[in-house]
């Protein structure tokens, strides 16, 4: 089961004149590796910005890209590598490709979308599920793995062997307003809004991740996904999903949206994770850091709760090949279940459980939220920066 997917890239057009504004090249897609984008845009008349565009501290030459890419106008510096590219075409139009990722091929575009502002990333999509009922959203909710109708599904939900080539959907509506997670066990796992959502004649259809899926429920935990057949005249089953895992009382997260937005790693929005405060940058960007440990806070679910405490991907690389690293003592990588959170007063209260030990004893641990948005873990003895993944 997928618990996390963070997004792996953004693009947006930014326009000081939008009756002139370029169209999007139509070879900047989804999934395209940026470095082979970077040829095409130039031919195409688009110019990167140049290095000197760049704020103070926003891209350290600690970060690799920030050294590769001159238009890199900032990179967060985390395991997932987000970077802000800036190009500018002769009407003046601005691209801005918010890129991530260490995959074969170098950092990818996961989607994109137009946006008019200046000097401003565009607003990530909404979810609109309106269009299917309360029922129908209750009836999503959860994990579903599915296969091609061709396949056996007798061990779709199994954790031990489940069938190759199965895709993992997760759907969550309570809190989010509309969220698909999707891992298909390639560089395409990806979490999207639902951006459009609808039901007639007994299929649900919803839009996510730039894709229209459209779903045949055939009973309480199974259903297909159908396409349209024009040779037939009528809608076809070509893979059969079966719900692995349900909601989960999401009552237990008993957080305003207020306190979601600013915690939650798996909502839609800033994203927010946290680093120790001991491996910040002591100035400008402080999360512009590679070697880092950080929390993440999965607050929405659907189907469970899990605070997560990591190394980046760039310390982790160099612990595993023994390379010398000058930092603070590290605190020892880990994962708890969160079985509940709540308010209390202006701190907030945490019931976490070791992830992998359902008989652990329980911790409890207090977070207070500083006038800097930093917090503060007093069972811990740490305090923590707050980052955006978007940024």
Not at 9 to 14: D, K, T, V
Not at 40 to 69: F, M, N
Not at 149 to 159: F, H, I, P, Q, W
Not at 340 to 365: H, L, M, Q, S, W
Request: hydrophobic content about 40%; proline content about 7%.
């Amino acid at each position: 089961m997928m618990r996390y997917v963070a997004p792996l890239a953004l693009l947006g057009i930014l326009s000081a004149e939008p009756a002139r504004a370029a169209e999007i090249p139509t070879f900047v897609k989804e999934h395209a590796a940026y470095p082979e984008l970077r040829p095409q845009l130039e031919k195409a008349g688009w110019v990167p910005a140049d290095i000197s565009a760049r704020e103070d501290g926003a891209c350290p030459d600690a970060i690799a890209h920030c050294v590769t890419y001159p238009e890199a106008r900032g990179c967060s510096g985390t395991g997932l590598g987000f970077c802000s590219m800036e190009w500018t075409h002769p009407d003046g139009t601005k691209l801005v490709i918010t890129t991530a990722g260490e995959a074969e091929g170098g950092p990818h575009v996961f989607r994109f979308e137009t946006a008019l502002g200046q000097d401003a990333m565009p607003a990530p999509p909404e979810a609109h599920t309106e269009g299917i009922s309360q029922q129908r959203r209750t009836y999503l909710e959860g994990v579903w793995s599915g296969v091609p109708t061709d396949v056996s599904a007798d061990k779709l939900c199994s954790t031990v062997a489940p069938p190759e080539n199965t895709i993992t959907l997760e759907f969550e509506f309570l809190r989010s307003g509309g969220i698909a997670f999707f891992d298909d066990g390639t560089e395409s796992a990806a979490r999207s809004p639902i951006t459009a959502a609808s039901e007639a004649n007994g299929v649900i259809s919803l839009t996510f991740n730039n894709e229209v899926w459209r779903f045949r429920p055939d009973g309480k935990d199974v259903m297909y996904r159908v396409r349209s057949s024009a040779s037939l005249g009528v809608d076809v089953d070509e893979m059969v999903f079966k719900r692995c895992k349900g909601a989960a009382d999401r009552s237990a997260i008993a957080l305003d949206d207020k306190a979601l937005k600013f915690f939650a790693a798996d909502l839609p929005g800033d994203e927010a994770f946290f680093i120790d405060e001991r491996f910040a940058a002591k100035t400008g960007n402080r999360c512009a850091v590679e070697d880092k440990q950080q929390l993440f806070f999965m607050l929405i679910g659907p189907a469970e709760f899990v605070l997560d405490r990591w190394n980046s991907f760039a310390l982790t690389e160099k612990l595993m090949d023994k390379k010398p690293v000058k930092l603070p003592p590290l605190d020892p990588t880990a994962s708890w279940r969160i079985e509940n959170a709540r308010a209390d007063g202006k701190k907030f209260v945490f019931r976490i459980r070791d992830y992998e030990n359902a008989k652990a004893v329980p911790e409890t641990i207090h977070v207070e939220v500083k006038s800097d948005n930093s917090i503060l873990i007093p069972e811990w003895r740490r305090t923590f920066i707050r980052c955006k993944a978007t940024e």
